[in-house]
C-alpha cells in the first residue's frame, strides 16, 4: 500500500513569499500529480512529472524518483494562490489504468 | 472542449434516502473515476468504470454502486444514506490505454452530498 505524506499540513505567508510543499511516498512509481482544490470544492490539475522539473507560470514541481520525494514551489506568491495543494501518485489496477491515492492536502493561505 | 460536469452542484438529503450524481466525461474519455472526500479526510478511490462496466472499487459498502452508460457518462447512486455520507464527491474522466500508463485524470467541480 502507498502512503503519501505532505507537509506542512498548513501554511499561511505573506505575500510575495516563496512557498515550497512537500511530498513524500512509499513506494516505487512512475508518475506523481499535484492538484489545487478551490474552496467551491473542484480540483485542477497542475503538473503531472515523472522526472525532473516542470514549471508552469510561478509554479515549479520537482521529483526525485530515488528519495521518493516532490516538491511544489511558488515564487512570487498572491493571495489567489490561496487553496489547497494536493499530491497524488497513481495505484495500478491493470496495465494502463491507475486510481489515484492522494495526500491529505496542504492548506495555503497567503495574505495581502 | 468542454470538461468534465457533475450534477447537481449540491444535494441535501436525510438518512435512509437514496442520492444520484451525475458526471459527464470529457469527450472521448471513456473512463470515470468516483473519488470521496469526507470533511476532514483526504480523497478516497471510490468507484472506476470504463466502457459501460465497473471495472474497480475501492474500501466502501455495496450500497455505493453507479453505473456508465453508453455515451460514458456516469452516474453513482449511495443507497440508505448515512450520517457518515456527508461528503464531496468528485468525478474524473481519462483516457483509457492498455499499453500507455500515467493518463491524467481530468477533475470536475464535484457535488456535495449533505445528509441531515
Known amino acids: 500500500k502507498n502512503e503519501v505524506e505532505q507537509s506542512p499540513q498548513n501554511l499561511t505567508a505573506q505575500e510575495g513569499e516563496f512557498i515550497t510543499i512537500n511530498c513524500s511516498y512509499s513506494v516505487g512509481i512512475s508518475a506523481l500529480h499535484w492538484l489545487q482544490q478551490h474552496p467551491g470544492g473542484g480540483i485542477v490539475s497542475l503538473f503531472m512529472?515523472?522526472?525532473g522539473k516542470k514549471k508552469h507560470g510561478r509554479l515549479i514541481a520537482t521529483i526525485n524518483i530515488q528519495e521518493k520525494h516532490s516538491s511544489l514551489h511558488i515564487t512570487a506568491s498572491h493571495p489567489r494562490d490561496s487553496a489547497v495543494y494536493i499530491c497524488?501518485?497513481?495505484?495500478?489496477?491493470?496495465?494502463?489504468?491507475?486510481?489515484?491515492?492522494f495526500g491529505q492536502g496542504t492548506r495555503l493561505t497567503i495574505n495581502p | 472542449e468542454a470538461g468534465v460536469t457533475q450534477s447537481p452542484t449540491h444535494l441535501i438529503k436525510t438518512r435512509g434516502q437514496q442520492a444520484t450524481l451525475r458526471c459527464s466525461p470529457i469527450s472521448g474519455h471513456t473512463s470515470v473515476y468516483w473519488y470521496q472526500q469526507a470533511l476532514g479526510l483526504g480523497l478516497q478511490f471510490l468507484l472506476w468504470?470504463?466502457?459501460?462496466?465497473?471495472?474497480n472499487r475501492g474500501n466502501f459498502p455495496p450500497r455505493f454502486s453507479g453505473r456508465q452508460f453508453p455515451n460514458y457518462s456516469s452516474e453513482l447512486n449511495v443507497n440508505a444514506l448515512e450520517l457518515e455520507d456527508s461528503a464531496l464527491y468528485l468525478c474524473?474522466?481519462?483516457?483509457?490505454?492498455?499499453?500507455?500508463?500515467?493518463?491524467?485524470?481530468?477533475f470536475g467541480d464535484g457535488t456535495r452530498l449533505s445528509i441531515l
Open positions: 512529472l515523472s522526472s
Open positions: 474524473a474522466s481519462s483516457l483509457f490505454r492498455t499499453l500507455i500508463s500515467n493518463q491524467p485524470q481530468h
Open positions: 497524488a501518485v497513481p495505484s495500478p489496477i491493470i496495465q494502463g489504468a491507475q486510481k489515484l491515492v
Open positions: 468504470y470504463d466502457e459501460g462496466e465497473e471495472r
